[in-house]
Every structure is written in C-alpha cells, then in structure tokens.
C-alpha cells in the first residue's frame, strides 16, 4: 500500500490567494482527519470525516477553511482567501476507526507545508 | 474538554543514559498512542496501550498505561542517537470516538 498520499509537499502563495490541499487516504480506511501543526499550537484536529461524511469540524479555525470528501478515495482541504498566519504544514490521516477495530491507530500523510507570504 | 499535556517538552540526553517522558490527559479514556516524528517528516505510530496497565516494549522504548492515573508513560534506555526525535503521546476521547487529542510534543535529543 502507498500509504496516505498528499499533495502538494510544499505550497507558497501570496496572501488572498486560493489554497487546495488534497488527501488521498489508505484504501479501505473509513475515517480521514485534518491536522494543521506549528510550533506555537503544536498539533490541532481540523476536521474529521467518518464514511466520508463530516463528523466534527469544530477545529476549523474560521470560514475561510473549508473541507470536503466527495468519495472513499479522495478528500481537500481549501483555505480562500489564505493569509500568513495560515502558514503551517497541514497532515493528513487515515483509519479503520469506527469499524469495531481494536487497533485504530492513525496512519498520516507526509504533509503539505504552506508558506503563504 | 480533553487536554494532553507532555513533560518534558525538551530533552537532552547522552547516549547510554536512561530517561522517562510522561503523558498526562485530563478526562477518562482508555485508548493512549505515542508516535514519534523526524524532523520535517510525517508521524509515524510507535506504540498502541488500549487499557489500563499496558505495557509496550520495541528496542529501547518501552510504553506504560496507568488509566486511573491519567498517565503514561515512553521510557528510553540506553538512549542511542538515533531515537534523536520528537515524540507525541496522543489520547482518545471518551468513548473510542474518531477523535484524537495529541499533547504538544516532547522533543529528544541525544548527544554522543
């Protein structure tokens, strides 16, 4: 398996610009979280979707963030406009929780890091 | 509200030195996860505890549930410099629910 598959690695925009992330989890795996991570606020949920449906987005920070999983295989993170303190690296993870598995550990992306100037 | 909180946050170490990273969480869950990530790497899962008074052993990390205590606990010896990292104890919410609170992270550093 290819693992959890994010692009782009590496993101830079200007402030007001459109921003997409984009998440490809592990097949088979039925929940997919958002994570931001920065030095300040260490690792924070943004959002998570169980079966594709969102469960809890109490974590997105604002309505500029958006997030959506139009199918098992694919899910996007958007941020419009982007401004600088949305700078991060963004991690994306998948896993069988919610399937009545003992072993639900996350299986994470390598992140996208977001330099937005 | 779930909070983790790790101690140290720090730490510096020599080689073949012995040393303890603790994990405390404020409500009741019996589902802890330590990962550990290099820098400008991903996080990659070291150890799953699913109750209390598990025990986790790979090479020289060794992980501990205590659930009425609200702790666990990542335990180095004979630290090499290859565990040089940061390490992430992660809680479950009440429940098993989908969600995961992770701690702030306790960066590791070993010295020859």
């Known amino acids: 398996d290819a693992g959890v598959i994010q692009s782009p690695r590496h993101e830079v925009t200007e402030m007001g610009q459109e921003v997409t992330l984009r998440c490809k989890p592990i097949?088979?795996?039925?929940?997919l979280f958002w994570y931001r991570q920065t030095m300040m606020r260490g690792l924070e949920l943004l959002i998570y979707?169980?079966?594709?449906?969102?469960?809890?987005d109490s974590g997105m920070p604002e309505d500029r963030f958006s997030a959506k999983m139009p199918n098992a295989s694919f899910s996007t993170l958007k941020i419009q406009p982007s401004e600088p303190r949305d700078s991060a690296v963004y991690f994306c993870?998948?896993?069988?929780?919610?399937?009545?598995?003992?072993?639900?550990?996350?299986?994470f992306g390598s992140g996208t890091q977001l330099s937005v100037l | 509200e779930l909070k983790v909180e790790q101690n140290p946050l720090f730490l510096s170490m020599q080689e073949g030195k012995n040393y303890t990273i603790y994990c405390n969480y404020s409500?009741?869950?019996?589902?802890l996860y330590w990962y550990r990530q290099d820098p400008g790497k991903s996080l990659e899962s070291l150890f799953v505890?699913?109750?209390?008074?598990a025990v986790k052993q790979e090479g020289r990390l060794m992980a501990s549930l205590d659930t009425k205590a609200r702790l666990s606990t990542l335990h180095i010896t004979a630290a090499v410099h290859d565990l040089s990292a940061t390490y992430f104890c992660?809680?479950?919410?009440?429940?098993?629910?989908?969600?995961?609170?992770f701690g702030k992270g306790t960066k590791l550093t070993v010295n020859p």
């Open positions: 979707f169980n079966n594709n449906v969102p469960i809890d």
């Open positions: 993870a998948s896993s069988t929780r919610g399937q009545g598995k003992t072993n639900e550990k996350l299986f």
């Open positions: 505890l699913l109750s209390n008074g």
């Open positions: 992660a809680v479950d919410t009440q429940g098993g629910s989908e969600k995961l609170v």
């Open positions: 409500t009741t869950s019996d589902r």
């Open positions: 097949s088979g795996h039925n929940s």
